[in-house]
């Protein structure tokens, strides 16, 4: 059917109902998709032929291909077509149709907008009065050799026939003609056609008098208000006869008035119709700009708070780091491992809440490459192994598949872990199974299944499902014992759905619960997977770590971020200049060449990628690495780095691990040596 929102709306429902044509609606494959009740009647067809019934099924004037085609131009060039033709009811009887099409579009989607009128009964009358045209025209041509004919036969003539006189004097009028004009036969009968209005004005005088001057007949349509009040529309044909030896004119008229209302009736309902379909669509639009707008803003906003969050998240880590570093008492130290603990589970609630949002934007971007399922099992198994062997937990694992595959190993293991960590969360005693299964799906295509099986505190049915919905937990009594947000099982399923699989659970109060994922991955043959995204990613500091001296600018606004900044950068014997905004930065490096520049994104007076790029037009500022001081939350904010002429990006909370390994890869000695 054709979208509820535009064209299931009551008005229109309305008008198609109460519509005495018989409306009908085609997609671009002939199928039909909507119709009224005057149209299935028509077939004599009951509701379910909407959705199943093809054009070349009630009509069959021409091969299915050539009325296929016709469809095509009509959706392609959006014409508008009015013909005749012949209709098959489902008895297989056939019956005459006038069809007007419009294309209609809805969105991205264009449809065939069609009413059609059976002039059965129309098409008889017209061949009756054809062949009665034919008679008189036939008739005409005897009075020229006869000079007599039946008065009697024309008076009851269904066609409104008029004899005139060279004088324009009317000789005889039908019943018919009388009708036409809403006169009586007598007051045409005493009427001069040189001084009827109507017919000077509709050039009708001028078609008698040429018909009268060079002897051939003359067809003529009309559309006026007689002299007798009576709107008329009609077609004339004109002949020259002769009679009694002297020149005369026989017209005969043929009512349109009937069809042409009913034409124009349409015509009013296709107008209706049309300012119909474009209130509703420019409201649509305007609906969709709006939720762009929404998205637009809900983007912003997710990047700001990312910002927000992780700058000061960074010095809480980055502080807790120096203090550590410089020497710490057993109390101190453990002090500060529980600081640094929490700081990371904001900074993976932080991300929980980020992908989330991404996901139901559709805006996740996945890597892929190259991955063995056993192996990836066992990654996973050593992430929750430690806290499995505090609670005195038995831990197993089940793999038998040996084969390769291609897909986002960071969002599979993000997945499996989170499942992997509840069912341990949750269990206090007993065993957990881990286990991953790979079975064919369509050739160079699997379904990798992974699920965990608990002896766990189990769920109740009634919320089961629930727990996969964002921030829900089976009660609050949950909350208060193991803690948690209720976003991890949401993230898993949308991250399943993101990869083609599913995510689901089954449980018993008391016995435990078995949480499983699934998704839909292509095997690694011969070809290879496609490499991961570019960026930097936390990598043990080189054993030999990268020595000075360098010449750094580290541009960043936030003093705390600053002063760890500096720190780090101390143990690689590293010079720092520092400025606290863009156009600072522009100027010391207008002055100064620097060995690398660490630039901070958001800033006042001037941000992070406007700096870049006037520091690129500089002479010695084209060569100069350009690191990019991230912590927003979408790729399109790092594309935007690189865009600026940015080289490489470091996420925050930046530890001394990536910060070290980042200068080896740019100012080390195989980086020198390039």
């Not at 709107?231 to 030896?245: D, K, Y």
């Not at 598949?401 to 269990?427: E, H, I, P, W, Y």
């Not at 049915?461 to 976003?487: C, E, M, W």
């Not at 998704?519 to 990613?537: D, F, I, N, S, T």
Request: charged share 25%.
């Amino acid at each position: 059917m054709i979208d509820e929102s535009i064209f299931s709306q009551l008005h229109f429902r309305a008008l198609m109902d109460v519509a005495s044509e018989g409306i009908h609606i085609l997609d671009e494959t002939g199928l039909l998709v909507d119709a009224n009740q005057v149209f299935l009647e028509e077939l004599r067809r009951g509701r379910e032929a909407v959705g199943s019934l093809y054009l070349w099924e009630w009509n069959h004037t021409a091969l299915p291909e050539r009325l296929l085609e016709n469809v095509t131009r009509i959706v392609t060039t959006g014409e508008s077509t009015r013909f005749e033709t012949v209709h098959v009811r489902a008895d297989g009887t056939e019956f005459e149709v006038e069809v007007t099409t419009n294309m209609v579009r809805i969105g991205s989607r264009r449809l065939i907008y069609a009413a059609s009128r059976d002039i059965s009964a129309r098409k008889a009358n017209e061949r009756a009065l054809n062949e009665a045209l034919r008679e008189q025209q036939a008739f005409a041509g005897s009075l020229r050799d006869a000079l007599s004919f039946s008065q009697t036969v024309l008076l009851e003539s269904p066609v409104g026939l008029g004899i005139y006189k060279a004088t324009g004097d009317c000789v005889l009028a039908n019943d018919a003609y009388a009708a036409l004009v809403g006169a009586s036969r007598v007051q045409l009968e005493s009427q001069n056609f040189f001084k009827i209005q109507s017919w000077q004005r509709t050039g009708m005088l001028d078609a008698c008098l040429r018909t009268l001057a060079e002897q051939h007949e003359v067809y003529y349509e009309i559309h006026t208000q007689t002299s007798f009040g009576r709107e008329a529309w009609a077609r004339c044909h004109v002949l020259p006869i002769q009679l009694s030896g002297e020149a005369h004119l026989l017209i005969q008229f043929v009512d349109l008035s009937q069809i042409k209302r009913a034409e124009a009736e349409l015509e009013r309902y296709r107008l209706q119709l049309e300012d119909l379909v474009k209130e509703r669509t420019e409201q649509l639009a305007a609906a969709m700009r709006a939720a762009e707008q929404a998205s637009i803003a809900k983007s912003a906003f997710l990047a700001n708070m990312s910002h927000e969050i992780r700058t000061p998240l960074n010095a809480i880590l980055g502080m807790s780091a120096l203090v550590r570093r410089d020497g710490a008492t057993p109390g101190q130290a453990n002090r500060l491992d529980k600081l640094d603990a929490a700081g990371r589970h904001l900074l993976g609630l932080i991300n929980q809440i980020l992908d989330l949002s991404k996901v139901e934007a559709e805006r996740l971007e996945f890597d892929t490459a190259v991955f063995e399922p056993c192996r990836l099992l066992a990654d996973v198994v050593d992430m929750v192994a430690g806290v499995a062997a505090e609670k005195g937990l038995v831990l197993l694992s089940q793999c038998d598949s040996g084969l390769r595959l291609c897909g986002d190993v960071m969002r599979l293991t993000q997945a499996m872990a989170n499942l992997a960590n509840n069912a341990v969360k949750f269990t206090e005693t007993g065993t957990v199974t881990l286990r991953v299964l790979v079975t064919p799906d369509e050739p160079g295509m699997v379904i990798f299944r992974f699920e965990v099986e608990d002896e766990g505190i189990g769920i109740a049915p009634h919320v089961l499902d629930k727990l996969f919905n964002p921030f829900v937990q089976a009660d609050s009594s949950i909350s208060r014992d193991y803690g948690g947000t209720g976003l991890g099982l949401a993230l898993t399923r949308r991250l399943a759905e993101a990869m083609g699989g599913e995510a689901g659970a089954t449980s018993t109060v008391g016995r435990g619960s078995t949480f499983w994922i699934t998704a839909r991955l292509k095997e690694a043959a011969v070809e290879q997977c496609v490499a991961e995204a570019p960026g930097v990613r936390e990598v043990a500091v080189p054993r030999v770590p990268v020595q000075g001296p360098f010449r750094i600018l580290l541009v960043e606004d936030e003093p705390f971020n600053r002063e760890i900044a500096i720190e780090f950068l101390a143990d690689a014997a590293a010079e720092v200049d520092v400025a606290e905004n863009g156009e600072i930065a522009v100027e010391k490096a207008t002055v100064t060449r620097y060995d690398l520049i660490l630039m901070d994104m958001q800033m006042p007076v001037m941000d992070g990628l406007e700096a870049t790029r006037r520091i690129r037009t500089l002479p010695h500022g084209a060569a100069v690495p350009i690191v990019a001081l991230t912590a927003n939350a979408y790729s399109e904010d790092r594309l935007r780095c690189i865009d600026a002429g940015m080289d490489d990006f470091l996420p925050k909370p930046m530890s001394a691990a990536i910060l070290l390994s980042l200068l080896d890869k740019w100012l080390g000695q195989s980086s020198r040596n390039v």
